[in-house]
């Protein structure tokens, strides 16, 4: 009985994950390199050739744009890599899984533009960090003529892909770190004679790799095809690929689509290449790691690295704190001129201003997030409970399954996509940004809801089956309730997930449906800050709000359940 | 003034002393014994001595290896080798590599310091051992495994906490045999703490009860 019931939920869930997930973008993979090879017959073009990649090596700035995408995504994912490690191999004492976690999520919380934003209003000539050292400091009376942001290097980007990506892999690292024996495998290095710095990275870091890898190439991946960063803190002209594979697309003139369509297919082999070498590069390491661990020499200190990556790390999160406020400042100010630390007026005009137009944006960012995760997170608890009646660990391909949205970029599905559905007659609605949200939403919840969901005791399901509840009983009575909080908080991850999307909002949308993360996009390349800061404090507050609602709700209805608080999560 | 002295060693979890102010001085060449039950602060004290004192603990009186105060130094320059209970081989080095990770620098050259390493497998028992997986080994390879890798950094002091608790009683005097003669002739203090008595008998030297 349970068993063949099991089968039709898995059934249907699986069906459910290849039709709505996989085939999506399996199909807008494969739109993409038809247009790429010339055939979009939506535009006339019916003839198989290799024309659009000719065009795309002759547009203007494409080899500095595919140069900067490869520095930015390496540097800026090997620095994070490495400051997050060291920062934990200096901070590990001190610091609990737990409390860590906490002070972590302010920051994986925010969304990416609300960040970059709030970092170009601090760092820029006339941004925060300058006028308050000015003109006491600098002598400036005037913001001095340099690029800090959108500078041709890039650095600004990769200092943005930084504050976002380092709290990340310190959560992922925390994480490992509590399943390996750190304090006795420090004690038995130190006692052999090796300096704390040393044996974590002779010792601790090659058994923590192994348990970050795949996040690791997410963050590869991301770094090396973000779009909405890039469009705020990025080089502006040429600017890195992906932005302008997303320029071309957009293009009035619509020959542009589809050398933008081999584009977007080269961004996947930039990402599939990348993290090929990412590997190449981690077994090099591990073969002169495993040279230089033989030679047994204790003499090189590594302390004082490890010390810096620390102060790195803390100067990263302040920053990232400072931009927030930034945001916030600048969407009350009224009059600020130049050096002034503060404003000289304040006032609430460009939150009451009619024309602003953020209400329908909000409106907009809602109904969309609330959909989005209640579809994931309906299909995670139908995907986990159908995994829980089959009795069946989770394969290996489907756990690629769950990553394969955020692996494989963005751009280079998203506009096959859109033919698709366009021809489906369900482009440009709310429906298809919906749908095209969920693809990258649903990793997110499914990723955060497994571990506690595997972590609930047997035993209360099996007293529960002796007392003559049945599976859907269970699942109702005893598990779902029990699972509140990490459902609750895989539901805020998701909802946070979707109010940070850009790319298949703009996308999917045909550009009708304004969010506040695509409207803030597009402000932060105007003059008015005072107008940019309300749109991002408003995409930022969503996903604090949702985290609050969600740790504030199981609290009120377990208030009178102490073995409910603060256990699962 | 060789040899490994205590001098009024306390330590204390959240201001409540584990145990009396501990005098003592370790002689070379012996195994001395210190026993109590178990939750005394055996390995918390050798925890002190080796300088891996967790957060929580606050510890004071002095640690002195051959006539040097050691009790301030980080716990990698005291050259107090530390034998676990549970062997603390790292997973990620084959065999021969973690005895690699132990060998002093001093002795350079890949020839060198392979034969040193096939020395000490063979010593131990495991001639062509280099290569294996320590996952593999059984728990009596692996504590022989973990001894050699101390003794390899030429310690000048060694520490035993509760060696041979986690293996069966079988395998016991065997290893307990293989352990103390190879330290005997090393003409190091050694420490050993243990809740066992018969591990106090056959270390054959000085005994020290803790607590109790």
């Known amino acids: ?569 | 003034m060789r040899g490994l002295d205590l001098h009024s060693v306390t330590i204390r979890a959240a201001d409540a002393p584990l145990f009396a102010p501990l005098t003592l001085t370790v002689p070379r060449s012996t195994v001395t014994t210190i026993v109590g039950p178990s939750g005394i602060g055996k390995s918390t004290l050798m925890d002190f001595i080796g300088g891996h004192l967790a957060r929580g603990f606050t510890a004071s009186g002095s640690v002195i290896l051959d006539g040097r105060d050691v009790t301030r130094l980080p716990a990698e320059v005291r050259r107090i080798g530390i034998m676990f209970q549970d062997a603390a081989l790292f997973p990620h080095l084959s065999v021969g590599d973690n005895l690699a990770f132990g060998l002093a620098s001093h002795v350079r050259g890949r020839v060198a310091r392979r034969d040193a390493i096939e020395v000490a497998l063979k010593q131990a028992g495991l001639a062509g051992f280099a290569e294996r997986d320590p996952a593999t080994l059984s728990g009596g390879q692996r504590a022989r495994v973990a001894l050699m890798r101390t003794l390899l950094a030429e310690p000048c002091a060694l520490l035993l906490d509760e060696p041979f608790s986690k293996l069966d009683p079988d395998l016991r005097g065997d290893l307990r045999r293989f352990v103390f003669d190879h330290i005997r002739d090393r003409d190091i203090p050694v420490l050993m703490v243990t809740h066992d008595e018969a591990d106090a008998a056959a270390a054959g030297g000085p005994v020290i009860p803790l607590g109790g």
């Not at chain 1, 709030?118 to 340099?146: C, E, M, N």
């Not at chain 1, 469009?231 to 890195?240: A, D, M």
């Not at chain 1, 007026?345 to 809602?366: C, V």
């Open chain 1, 1 to 569: 009985m349970t068993a063949t019931e099991g089968r039709t939920l898995r059934l249907i869930v699986l069906a459910l994950v290849a039709g709505g997930l996989v085939l999506p973008i399996l199909a807008g993979l494969w739109e993409t390199a038809r247009a790429a090879f010339g055939v979009l017959p939506a535009i006339g073009a019916t003839d198989w050739s290799l024309e659009p990649w000719h065009r795309l090596f002759a547009l203007p700035g494409f080899g500095t744009s595919l140069t900067l995408t490869l520095w930015t995504g390496f540097a800026s994912t090997a620095l994070a890599l490495a400051l997050a490690v060291g920062f934990a191999a200096a901070m590990y004492d001190r610091f609990g899984v737990k409390g860590g976690a906490r002070l972590l999520t302010p920051f994986l919380a925010t969304p990416h533009a609300a960040l970059a934003i709030g970092l170009a209003f601090l760092i820029a000539p006339s941004g925060w960090i300058a006028r308050l050292i000015s003109p006491w400091a600098t002598g400036w009376a005037l913001p001095p003529d340099v690029a800090t942001v959108n500078d041709p290097m890039g650095l600004a980007l990769i200092l943005g892909l930084l504050v976002k990506e380092v709290p990340f892999f310190l959560l992922v690292i925390l994480a490992a770190l509590s399943q390996l024996p750190v304090r006795r495998h420090l004690s038995a290095g130190r006692a052999l004679g090796y300096g704390r710095g040393v044996v974590w990275i002779k010792v601790i870091l090659p058994q923590l790799y192994p348990l970050i890898r795949l996040p690791v190439y997410v963050v590869l991946s991301f770094a090396l095809s973000v779009v909405d960063i890039a469009i705020i803190l990025g080089p502006s002209n040429p600017p890195v690929l992906s932005v302008a594979v997303t320029r071309w697309f957009l293009a009035a003139d619509t020959s542009l689509i589809l050398p933008a369509s081999a584009a977007a297919l080269l961004q996947s082999a930039v990402v599939i290449g990348g993290i090929a070498l990412w590997r190449g590069a981690e077994r090099l390491c591990a073969v002169l790691g495993r040279i230089w661990t033989r030679r047994g020499g204790r003499g090189v200190s590594a302390e004082p690295g490890l010390m810096a990556a620390g102060g790195a790390v803390v100067v990263l999160m302040g920053l990232g704190a400072l931009a927030l406020v930034s945001l916030l400042i600048w969407s009350l100010a009224w009059r600020w001129s130049f050096p002034n630390a503060l404003p000289e007026s304040w006032s609430l005009k460009a939150w009451m201003r009619p024309g602003s137009g953020w209400d329908a944006a909000l409106e907009n960012t809602l109904i969309i997030g609330i959909a989005t995760t209640t579809v994931s997170v309906a299909l995670a608890i139908a995907w986990l409970e159908g995994e829980d009646r089959a009795r069946l660990p989770r394969a290996g391909w489907a756990e690629a399954l769950i990553y394969l949205p955020l692996l494989v970029p963005q751009i280079a599905f998203l506009y096959g996509l859109q033919v698709v559905f366009l021809r489906a007659g369900i482009s440009g609605g709310m429906i298809a940004v919906i749908w095209a949200q969920a693809l990258f939403v649903f990793p997110y919840v499914m990723i955060a809801l497994s571990d506690p969901w595997r972590a609930l005791d047997p035993r209360l399901l099996r007293a529960a089956a002796a007392l003559g509840a049945g599976p859907v009983r269970r699942l109702l009575a005893v598990k779902l309730p029990i699972l509140l909080r990490p459902i609750m908080t895989a539901a805020a991850i998701g909802f946070a997930v979707s109010v940070a999307q850009y790319l298949p909002t703009l996308f999917m949308g045909s550009g009708r449906i304004a969010t506040l993360t695509t409207e803030a996009v597009t402000l932060s390349s105007g003059s008015d800050r005072r107008v940019t800061g309300v749109y991002a404090v408003l995409q930022a507050a969503l996903p604090f709000v949702a985290y609050l609602t969600a740790l504030a709700l199981p609290a009120f209805l377990h208030r009178h359940r102490a073995g409910l608080r603060g256990g699962a999560v």
